[in-house]
């Protein structure tokens, strides 16, 4: 299979209701788009942006996988050029993706990419459940947050965005829920039993600000004179808890340097970068890309 495919194959089919706005006669026609996924790119899986190039076989690239492949096509090895899908593109024009908060009573719709995903980020209507253990409360992300500091506070570990805190991580437990001191921030670190070690991961469930700062963090394990450290730019949004092993964003510290113990001590820092200094960085990038 080829690494396209894979792409597609590995990931869940997703559905959402569409709308397609007629602006000829005034009139919306709704349809369901059964793989939202189609309107990925099939190489790095992010969602497709003007221009969207095509080989002679019709199998589509975005603008940023474009330049790295050499003018190959990874589908089918035939050359990919500079042909561009214009029905792909005015297809994404008019293609209008409701929130995933619509069941909730969120009535935006926004293009899908970028716009979409900023939004259900900040959305007031997005659903969370409660981290604690044996809490089935569940509210939207803010209310969660006051409910989890009303009630479980004390179960939980502070940190300062920016600065280094210990974190003492239960490997039976697996989770371990951190609290920013200042912001109403709720994180979850949690850890798996993989084959190749104890996989370690912070995932994302409230969050003050998403439409100023992106968070990524820093981990550091000490084993003796070892150090095994993580550092990501990203981090994964969630809704509730989940014991399923992550496949992007986490940390392996084999089982040779855990040496038995069932409390593990991490550092931990939590980062948070302006989103209008990764949008320069990410512009900076592109124009360095055109001079090569």
């Known amino acids: 299979m080829d690494n396209a495919g894979e792409a597609l194959s590995s990931r869940r089919k997703r559905q959402r209701l569409i709308f397609m706005d007629n602006t000829d006669d005034d009139m919306i026609h709704t349809g369901t788009l059964l793989e939202l996924d189609l309107l990925d790119c099939p190489i790095c899986c992010h969602p497709l942006t003007s221009p969207i190039f095509q080989c002679v076989n019709g199998h589509l690239v ?21 042909n561009r899908s214009r029905i792909a593109e005015r297809l994404l024009e008019a293609v209008l993706v409701p929130c995933r908060n619509a069941k909730h009573g969120c009535p935006e719709r926004y293009p899908h990419g970028k716009e979409l995903a900023d939004h259900e980020k900040i959305c007031d209507l997005y659903v969370c459940y409660c981290p604690a253990k044996n809490c089935n409360h569940s509210a939207f992300q803010l209310d969660l947050y006051c409910h989890y500091t009303a009630c479980h506070k004390a179960s939980c570990s502070r940190y300062k965005t920016g600065q280094y805190a210990d974190a003492w991580l239960n490997i039976e437990e697996k989770v371990l829920v951190l609290q920013e001191c200042d912001n109403e921030e709720l994180l979850v670190l949690q850890c798996f039993k993989g084959a190749h070690g104890l996989y370690v991961a912070v995932n994302l469930m409230t969050y003050s600000v998403p439409d100023v700062w992106e968070l990524g ?76």
């Open 62 to 82: 975005c603008s940023s996988c474009h330049p790295k492949l050499r003018n190959k096509c990874p589908s089918c090895s035939l050359t990919i050029g500079n």
């Open 217 to 292: 963090y820093d981990l550091i394990y000490r084993w003796g004179n070892e150090e095994f450290t993580y550092e990501t730019d990203e981090m994964t949004k969630i809704q509730r808890v989940s014991f399923e092993a992550p496949v992007v964003n986490y940390m392996v510290i084999p089982y040779y340097a855990l040496d038995k113990r069932s409390v593990v001590k991490l550092e931990i820092r939590i980062r948070g970068l302006r989103k209008d200094v990764e949008e320069e960085n990410d512009e900076d990038e592109d124009e360095d890309e055109e001079e090569d």
